[in-house]
């Protein structure tokens, strides 16, 4: 079992910073593959950002190239996503996912991938 809790959401002003935290439980945290999505209102989930379980390797949406990092750190069992230069339509709860296979790729980029997810937290960016 692997439980993953999200931390760091909040309300900032367009152009801003956050930086989200996903803490996991479970002894093999370093041979899972890492996920960022997020779901605004009314809409899918959408995928933001995917690292390989070593960290080498890792893929962000088009939409957040550039303004988001996904990062992890093993020995705190903790994966990252900082987000720079919000936008308004970054707005959506954000959703951290372990896929507890030991493979990497491009199918990293669909829910359907991951095992386990954590409750979410909430960003919202006012204009």
């Known amino acids: 079992q692997v439980q993953l809790v999200e931390s760091g959401g909040g309300l900032v002003q367009a152009g801003g910073s956050l930086r989200l935290s996903c803490a996991a439980s479970?002894?093999?945290?370093?041979?899972?593959?890492m996920g960022w999505f997020r779901q605004a209102p009314g809409k899918e989930r959408e995928f933001v950002a995917a690292?390989?379980?070593?960290?080498?390797?890792?893929y962000h949406a088009d939409s957040v190239k550039g303004r988001f990092t996904i990062s992890r750190d093993n020995a705190k069992k903790t994966v990252y996503l900082q987000m720079n230069r919000l936008k308004p339509e970054d707005t959506a709860v954000y959703y951290c996912?372990?896929?507890?296979?030991?493979?990497?790729?491009?199918?990293?980029?669909?829910?359907?991938?991951?095992?386990?997810w954590g409750q979410g937290t909430q960003v919202t960016v006012s204009s």
């Open positions: 996912a372990a896929d507890l296979g030991r493979d990497f790729g491009l199918h990293h980029r669909t829910p359907a991938e991951y095992d386990y």
């Open positions: 479970g002894r093999t945290f370093s041979n899972y593959a």
């Open positions: 690292i390989s379980w070593s960290g080498g390797r890792t």
